[in-house]
């Protein structure tokens, strides 16, 4: 019989973080997030989408044998402003057995019930710069640090749940060597020269720092007409701005500003992460950190992030300019792989973006979701 538990001291939530360490142990293809940084994600002292968002954790046992988790989260901008009668649900994980869950997404669907939400869907975070979707397909390929890895028997539990895909996502690679200069060399300066434009490149971080609220305006108007879309808020860019920026490398961070020193376009780029997290273990100190710092400068692969383009200059030719700067940039670090963030399969605008570098699907993940009217 399984027993669901809720979370509620410091120790349930240590549990809550440690369990996918035991399901996915010796898995070459799962990469183990930072312990410390994921309890502070989960932290609404320290975490400021609590201040919008609300969410509680649950542990699934047999016996004294912890078997699964679960969070179920409600965005309540999403739910109020966007008028989506959203129950969120993440970071779900559990061994091959349809009662445990079935118990934990049972537990999910009672909460929208009693909130009076229409429908739940996941696996997604609590905003869109967090983990999403169940991998469908690329078991035999290596996860990255801002992906969810999971078993091939999920897509069973969640479908036979009831659940039916909602939004289907791509994820992509392609060879550094695949980005001919030939393609956007000469439209790089014919872009820059229409539009009135200026590449800006970085060296330090501190210098990044003064254009990044910029950066996240602009993403959220880039990304404010896909379904699902949940804008950052001033708090959140504070936060995201203090983690992450310092930590990015400021050389794979690139924008495109107009005269007045406006940014039209933006992109971040990542040194891969996933070898170092994997001998990490978890664990910072005190290998760690050595690990994550050695990817930091001499990782050969890279993870397209993040990019955002103003929306009055998409379908501009503005693509030219980054891919030019970046060419530059992965020549010199002699990088090889280039790896994309999923993709939703709906957004066509960023598919046309990459064509001319030869990608190669190599996982696809689902979002599921399910009715929880009553009728």
């Known amino acids: 019989m399984v027993q669901v538990k809720e979370v509620i001291s410091k120790a349930d939530l240590k549990a809550f973080v440690k369990f996918p360490f035991s399901l996915y142990n ?165 872009i820059k020269k229409r539009f009135g434009l200026k590449a800006l490149n970085f060296t330090k971080s501190s210098d990044i720092m003064p254009w990044v609220d910029q950066m996240f305006d602009l993403f959220n108007s880039s990304y404010a007409a896909l379904s699902s879309f949940v804008k950052i808020t001033d708090v959140q860019k504070e936060y995201f701005k203090k983690k992450y920026i310092s930590f990015i490398n400021p050389e794979y961070i690139k924008f495109v500003a107009d005269s007045e020193n406006q940014l039209v376009a933006f ?27 050695q990817a930091k400068k001499h990782s050969k692969d890279v993870i397209f992030y993040l990019i955002g383009i103003r929306p009055e200059y998409q379908n501009k030719g503005i693509t030219a300019v980054i891919f030019n700067e970046y060419y530059h940039t992965f020549k010199e670090k002699g990088i090889v792989n280039c790896i994309r963030t999923p993709e939703l399969e709906e957004n066509t605008a960023i598919r046309q973006m990459w ?13 599921y979701k399910k009715s929880l009217k009553t009728n």
């Open 26 to 190: 010796n898995n070459p293809y799962w990469v183990p997030p930072i312990i410390k940084d994921e309890l502070e994600s989960f932290d609404r002292t320290k975490n400021p989408v609590f201040q919008n968002a609300e969410a509680r954790f649950f542990l699934a046992y047999k016996g004294k044998t912890l078997v699964g988790r679960v969070a179920a989260i409600i965005n309540w901008l999403e739910v109020n402003e966007q008028q989506l009668k959203k129950m969120r649900f993440g970071w779900f994980d559990f061994v091959d057995d349809m009662e445990v869950s079935k118990a934990l997404l049972d537990q999910v669907s009672d909460i929208g019930i009693a909130q009076d939400l229409e429908y739940m869907e996941g696996p997604v975070g609590f905003s869109n710069l967090d983990k999403v979707g169940v991998l469908i397909e690329g078991f035999d390929h290596i996860g990255t640090m801002i992906t969810w890895y999971n078993h091939s028997y999920y897509q069973k539990h969640y479908e036979t749940y009831g659940l039916v895909k909602e939004k289907e996502y791509l994820e992509n690679k392609f060879k550094a060597a695949a980005a001919d200069p030939k393609l956007f060399a000469k439209a790089n300066v014919l």
């Open 355 to 367: 064509k001319h570098f030869n990608p190669v699907t190599h996982k696809r993940r689902r979002t």
């Open 267 to 293: 992109a971040i780029v990542m040194p891969s992460f996933s070898r170092a997290l994997q001998k990490a273990n978890g664990k910072l100190f005190p290998m760690g950190i050595f690990h994550l710092l």
